[in-house]
């Protein structure tokens, strides 16, 4: 069919709008993490709370529901001991002679940029009960890595 004959209405040629992707297992969070999600939920609520259009009332009901559900299912991880890498720890590691420090936090609280890595990532994962000093091998890499230090973030 012609373009011409579609009606301003018409919703065919938009790009479907799929529900957020929860990430699989279990949704631990750290205290900070778990205080991010019930701001972003009440944000939510307050800006659905006002005059919308119906496209802006449909987008912010998808986000609504994700941030509802992530926030119900949130398991609050209680304060690391700082002895072994687990989440809510910043690690120091070593490799190839160059210092690198990361934070293990839930999905959610994630942001690479800012040196916060999520638990379920390969590197997160190869860290989870390190002690310091402890050398060990990536997945996929030759290198191996040390952990120099590990503090209660």
Known sequence: ?????????????????FELPIPPGPNLVTPRGYALIAARVAELETGLAGD?????????????????????????????????VAIGTRVTIDRDGQARTFEIVGHDESDPGSDRIAFASPLARALIGAEVGQVLDLPNSDDPITVTAIAVA
């Open 1 to 17: 069919m012609s373009v011409a004959f579609r009606r301003d209405c018409d919703e065919e040629h938009l790009e479907p709008r």
């Open 52 to 84: 919308l259009g119906a496209d802006e009332r449909k987008a912010l009901l998808r986000d609504a529901q994700y941030w509802r559900s992530r926030l119900t299912s949130a398991q609050v991880m209680s304060a690391p001991s700082g002895e072994t």
